[in-house]
C-alpha cells in the first residue's frame, strides 16, 4: 500500500525507479553496440557517461528499499560489461553524507559533485570545452516535485562538441509545473521546455495517475525502440505523444478554451436585421426583407470563417 497520497507515494517511487532501470538498461545495451562497434577509433571517447543531477542517496528510502538512480546505472553497467564514468551532483548535506556511504560500498568509476548543479554542471562542462572526442552520455533530472527544470544547465552540457550525442532523460510532474504555474512562479510550460532543451525526436512516457508524473526522452538520434514503447514511450510527433505533452502542459480549461470556437458578438455587427421574438424569424426593419436575410447569412458565414478554432502550437516543430 502506498505510505502517502502526496505528490510522491511510496508506490510511485517504486514505479520510477523500476522504469527507470529499464530505460538505463536499454540505454546501456544502445551504447554498449556502439562503443563495441568502433572500439579504439580515436574520435570515439571509449567510456560511456552517466551524469545524474539530482542523484539523491543511491538508495530508495522508505518501504522495501532498493538502489536509486545514482546506483542503478553503474550496477547495471558491471552487469553488461560496459564501461562507465558516473558523475553525481547533490546539494543537501545529509542526503550527500548517505550517498558518499552507499557509493564506497558500490562497484564503479564515480565523482560526487557536491553542492547545485546550477553550479556544479557548468563547471563539469567547462572541463570538456575542448575535447573533440564523442562521449555517449546520459543526463538525468530527477527534481523535487516542486523543482524548477534548469534548462539553462541542461544546455551548457547539450552544447559542447564532445557530447552532442548526449541523451536527455527528465522525469517531472505535469501537474506540479502547472500548480506552480497557477501559483504565480515564472515556470515554462512543459511544451516550452520540450523546445527549449532543443533535441531532434522527444519521446514521453504516458502521465502516471494524478500528478502526472512522466519520463521525457531527448535524443539526436532515433532511439525509440521496441522496449522504450513497452514502457509505454511515444514520439511527440505521435498523436499520442503529442496530445500528453498537450495535457501535461496545458491546464483543463486553457485546453479548453483552445478547442471552443469564439461565437461571433452579433451586438456589434452593424444593420444587422433583429429577430421577431414572436416569430422567431427575421423582424424589424427587415421583416420580409430578402436581401435582409442574405446580408445575415453572409455576415454570419465570414464570421464563422474567421472564429474558425485555433490550432495548438506547433508540435511538428519539435
Ligand atoms: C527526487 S530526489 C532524487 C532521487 C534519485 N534520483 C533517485 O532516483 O534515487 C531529488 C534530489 O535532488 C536533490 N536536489 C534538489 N535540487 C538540487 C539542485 N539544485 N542541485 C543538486 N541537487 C538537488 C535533493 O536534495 C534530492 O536529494
Not at 558523475?87 to 564503479?108: I, K, S
Not at 553542492?115 to 575535447?131: S, T, V, Y
Not at 509505454?232 to 503529442?242: A, C, I, L, P, S
Amino acid at each position: 500500500m502506498p505510505k502517502s497520497k502526496g505528490v510522491r507515494s511510496s508506490q510511485h517511487t517504486a514505479k520510477k525507479e523500476s522504469d527507470f532501470h529499464s530505460i538505463a538498461g536499454a540505454w546501456l545495451a544502445i551504447v554498449k553496440r556502439i562503443l563495441t562497434k568502433h572500439s579504439g577509433k580515436s574520435w570515439l571517447y571509449q567510456v560511456a557517461q552517466y551524469i545524474d543531477m539530482n542523484a539523491g542517496t543511491g538508495w530508495q528510502e522508505g518501504d522495501g528499499g532498493g538502489l536509486g538512480s545514482a546506483l542503478i546505472v553503474p550496477d547495471l553497467a558491471q552487469t553488461l560489461h560496459v564501461p562507465l564514468q558516473c558523475y553525481l551532483c547533490e546539494m543537501h548535506p545529509p542526503t550527500l553524507d548517505r550517498l558518499f556511504e552507499n557509493v564506497a560500498m558500490a562497484r564503479g568509476s564515480f565523482e560526487i559533485l557536491e553542492g547545485d548543479h546550477r553550479e556544479r554542471i557548468p563547471e563539469l562542462a567547462a572541463r570538456w570545452a575542448l575535447e573533440r572526442a564523442l562521449r555517449y552520455t546520459l543526463l538525468y533530472f530527477d527534481g523535487n516535485a516542486d523543482s524548477e527544470i534548469p534548462t539553462a544547465t541542461i544546455r551548457c552540457l547539450t552544447e559542447l562538441d564532445c557530447l552532442r550525442k548526449m541523451d536527455v532523460l527528465l522525469h517531472v510532474s505535469g501537474n506540479s509545473i502547472k500548480r506552480a504555474r497557477g501559483k504565480g512562479l515564472e515556470r515554462s510550460r512543459l511544451d516550452q521546455i520540450v523546445a527549449e532543451i532543443g533535441k531532434q525526436h522527444v519521446h514521453i512516457q504516458r502521465p502516471d495517475a494524478k500528478w502526472q508524473w512522466t519520463f521525457l526522452l531527448f535524443s539526436d538520434s532515433p532511439i525509440l525502440n521496441d522496449k522504450f514503447r513497452k514502457l509505454d514511450f511515444r514520439n511527440v510527433k505521435e498523436t499520442q505523444g503529442r496530445e500528453w505533452l498537450e495535457r501535461l502542459s496545458y491546464t483543463k480549461p486553457e485546453l479548453e478554451a483552445q478547442r471552443q470556437p469564439t461565437l461571433p458578438d452579433f451586438s456589434a455587427i452593424p444593420h444587422l436585421p433583429r429577430v421577431s421574438p414572436a416569430s422567431g424569424i427575421l423582424g424589424g426593419e427587415s421583416a420580409g426583407d430578402e436581401t435582409g436575410g442574405r446580408h445575415l447569412r453572409a455576415v454570419q458565414k465570414e464570421e464563422g470563417d474567421r472564429a474558425a478554432p485555433p490550432t495548438l502550437p506547433g508540435m511538428g516543430d519539435f
